[in-house]
């Protein structure tokens, strides 16, 4: 069992795990801020014994661990298997697994990169990671009903890892979800509620009913578990390279979250002594949704509506706006902007040329990496293309029905 704290991003104030877990805190008690179309204030971060645990395993050690399975090392997680609900699915945990051969080396145009695919996951997103350790501390609670708010993948994430785990998520989405994504969720049998209104919106009344409810709330950032059950995405970077992590990592940001988890994975890798420098984390952004962009080149935040192709990561209000800012800078990162055609270009170029299909949000790292081309770099891919298949039909012309005569004549 691992010892943790948590600490307030904002005020820095320490709170034990008790008070934060046995009262259902989400965010700081003093200075935590939940307002319509405005980035969360008071993120609550998990704080571990770093001395201890190096003390107690080696870098060797860790190396040896296996991908997709964070629960074999729990000392670095905020979850108590010793508790005795946890002890009774501990043979069911291979159930939420991750893929072990997800990391990938390609090379397109005389460029080498690495893949971390994260579309082959339980329910094809990279959201699982933050679903399982959601779904598993809801369980260590004694609390039966999670519920999100979400634009498509943190829905169907947690809609599937509640009912491998037989808990039941309730989940509130926009009216504009893609098809393909809303019928995901009912399949996994949640109790879907169509919101008439954007992804803010339906964040903001997912977090009041849920607090009447009582529900274990996963909304993204909001909920520290998310952040934490991210950076899980740092870990197997560092044991599928062997110890020796990409300098420059290309992730997809809506929420800041993805990026906020992956730094926070990092730090403790540096704190733990086991990596001497943080990888660069570089940003990407829709043209159409750039509030991290504006913020972290204007240090002003200003609410616009947003809208791109890439819905996945379409947020006029990222929640983890001011910790994805600092992930950035702290990594000596950047942040790139691409619009949506280039977006639709390089989820053609990425399936026709690697037999990989992906939403639209996976494929703003690759044209980001064609923007700029740095060697040693590793692009996220955090969520599959049957997810969104409408935006396939935006390269894939409707084919033209032929005769057997007309076939005959083509081909013999």
């Known amino acids: 069992m691992s010892n943790y704290r948590y600490k ?66 729990d ?16 043979n069911q945990l291979d159930k939420i697994s991750l893929p072990s051969n997800n990391y990938l080396i390609e090379n397109y145009e005389a460029k080498q990169f690495a893949i971390l695919d994260d579309t082959r996951n339980p329910t094809l997103s990279f959201k699982d990671r933050a679903s399982s350790l959601v779904a598993l501390k809801a369980i260590e609670l004694g609390i039966n009903f999670v519920s999100a708010a979400s634009t498509g993948n943190a829905g169907s994430s947690l809609a599937g890892i509640c009912a491998r785990l037989g808990l039941k998520s309730i989940i509130f989405v926009p009216k504009k979800i893609p098809e393909a994504k809303r019928i995901q969720i009912q399949s996994y049998g949640a109790e879907l509620v169509v919101v008439d209104g954007d992804y803010d919106l339906a964040f903001d009344i997912c977090l009041e009913i849920s607090g009447r409810k009582k529900w274990y ?27 020796k ?3 420059h990592i290309f992730i997809p940001a809506g929420d800041g979250v993805i990026i906020s988890g992956l730094y926070k994975g990092f730090d403790e890798l540096k704190k733990l002594g086991w990596i001497e420098q943080l990888p660069k984390l570089i940003s990407v952004q829709a043209k159409g949704s750039d509030a991290i962009f504006r913020f972290y080149n204007e240090r002003k935040f200003e609410f616009k509506n947003a809208n791109t192709i890439a819905d996945s990561i379409c947020a006029g209000a990222p ?71 409408s935006s396939l039909s935006f390269w894939n012309k409707q084919p033209e029905v032929l005769s057997i005569d007309k076939i005959k004549e083509k081909y013999f």
């Open 319 to 389: 929640r983890a706006l001011y910790l994805a800012s600092k992930a950035i800078k702290e990594s000596n990162g950047d942040i790139v902007l691409v619009d949506d055609n280039e977006i639709l270009f390089a989820q053609k170029i990425i399936s026709e040329k690697f037999g990989m299909l992906i939403e639209p949000s996976s494929a703003t790292t690759f044209a980001a990496f064609q923007k700029m081309k740095f060697d040693n770099s590793l692009l996220l891919f955090t969520g599959n293309g049957l997810k969104d298949v």
């Open 217 to 243: 709330n996963r909304n993204t950032a909001y909920n520290p578990m998310t952040i934490e059950g991210k950076k899980s995405a740092a870990f197997d970077i560092f044991i599928s390279t062997k110890g």
């Open 8 to 73: 307030c991003f904002d005020c820095e104030k320490i709170y034990s795990k008790e008070e934060v877990e046995i009262n259902l805190i989400y965010l700081c008690p003093d200075c935590g801020e939940v307002e319509k179309n405005t980035p969360l204030k008071g993120i609550l971060l998990i704080e571990y014994d770093y001395d201890d645990i190096a003390k107690k395993i080696s870098r060797e050690e860790f190396l040896r661990y296996p991908t997709g399975k964070f629960w074999v090392y």
């Open 75 to 90: 000392f670095l997680y905020p979850i108590d298997f010793n508790n005795e609900r946890l002890k009774k699915i501990k």
């Open 245 to 247: 992590v990409p300098n």
